[in-house]
């Protein structure tokens, strides 16, 4: 881990990971950090360099993951849900249990006072329904695939907490990897993220025939997907 001081007096910290890649990648994460990874040939002037004149989009990253990162995030007072916020109501009640409805989220428990063992409830309440979410949005574009005469193949999907990706494709192993932090997004948000995870399917990449495919498939993608880019 090293830190650089910028011509304006900032600083800068990044982590060089040596490996055998053809090109210099660099991806700046929400721990304020931004992870390089270069074959040996690059010299660490270079990438300083490189980190230097770029350093107004590390940092501009980085404000935009700690917004998302508050936007996704679940507590006692707020939940965060399909692009709504919902007040949380505490009830003491012996059923132990959160219920995420059309205008607020109920927490019927009877350690209202224990604000860590209220959040699991509420929690566990939002990871159900988001799993539920899921199956429901697989199964919408899996049918429009078979409807356009396309195959997909057999599918597992998987809801994880991601810090730097919305969603991964696994297209050797039939796996789609889905983060549940997008359960703060609207549904078409999630569902363009589904959309872009099977398109690599078809192409491995993010080269133009892949976007037309996806854009053929999901006319809306840019206009929902584009809300993940926002502060």
Partial sequence: MKT??????????????????KNVNFRAKDDGIVYVSANSRVSVKEVERFLTERADF???AFERLRAREKRSEINTETVNWLGLEYPVRI????????????????????????????????QRAVA??????CTELNA????????????????????KDMSSRWGSCSYTKGHISINIRLAAYPRETVLSVFWHEYAHYRYH???????????????DYYKYNDLLKEK
């Fill in 140 to 159: 919408e574009v899996r049918t429009e695939l078979e409807r356009r005469g396309l195959t997909p193949p057999p599918t597992r999907i998987t809801i």
């Fill in 58 to 60: 590390f940092f501009g």
């Fill in 128 to 133: 159900e329904r988001f799993a539920a979410l």
């Fill in 4 to 21: 650089i001081t910028l011509p304006d007096g900032r600083t800068l910290t990044y982590e060089l990971i040596r490996k055998r890649v």
């Fill in 91 to 122: 009830i003491h009640n012996a059923r132990e249990l959160a219920v995420l409805d059309e205008t607020e989220c109920r927490v019927f428990t009877r350690l209202g006072g224990d604000s860590e063992y209220v959040l699991s409830l509420i």
């Fill in 205 to 219: 990449d993010h080269s133009k025939a892949f976007y037309d495919f996806l854009l053929d498939m999901y006319p």
